[in-house]
């Protein structure tokens, strides 16, 4: 699972060309590739709180993420969980992002937006505990992760974003 590679788991940011490409002759979603990202770094700091809270809970009422992603990314965010809870643990401290990019703002179709981010996860301030309290943060982890991040338009509201994908950036670190 991809929520967790900040619990398990810097240079210069990669050169992004934001770009923003309406549909057909109707309004876009956003105005502007700035009303984008402050749209996904909403949507994104609210997947991050929910994130956080379900992994302190060890792992419990997982559904809870469901209205901050996407029906296609949900099944595997909720393995991730039920994963997490499995292995006794939970977390204590809140995660953090920062050094966020807009990659590309479209309207893939009228009415639904899509935007792609690169941010960095910061899990310098969460511990894994077991059952028992010990700390079992791995010594080894990384504390600062690159993502991109894809966020897609919630059906019921275009201009709500939802988490689609988080994949750790396979490129230079640029956090």
Request: aromatic share 6%; net charge negative.
């Amino acid at each position: 699972m991809l929520v967790m590679p900040a619990l398990a788991a810097c240079a210069t940011a990669p050169a992004p060309a934001p770009s923003h490409t309406a549909a057909g002759t109707d309004a876009p979603v956003f105005a502007s590739d700035e009303e984008a990202l402050a749209a996904a770094e909403k949507a994104y700091a609210a997947y991050q709180a929910m994130s956080d809270l379900i992994t302190a809970d060890g792992g419990a009422e997982s559904s809870r993420i469901a209205p901050l992603a996407t029906r296609s990314y949900l099944p595997e965010l909720l393995a991730g969980f039920e994963a997490f809870a499995q292995d006794g643990r939970s977390s204590r401290g809140e995660s953090m992002y920062d050094t966020v990019s807009l990659v590309r703002y479209g309207d893939e179709s009228t009415g639904k937006a899509e935007v792609a981010l690169y941010l960095c996860s910061d899990v310098s301030s969460v511990r894994l505990v077991d059952r028992n309290g010990t700390d079992r943060t791995p010594t080894d982890r990384p504390n600062r992760i690159p993502l991109q991040v894809s966020l897609v338009s919630s059906s019921r509201d275009p201009s709500t974003l939802l988490i689609d994908r988080e994949d750790v950036w396979s490129g230079e670190n640029f956090c």
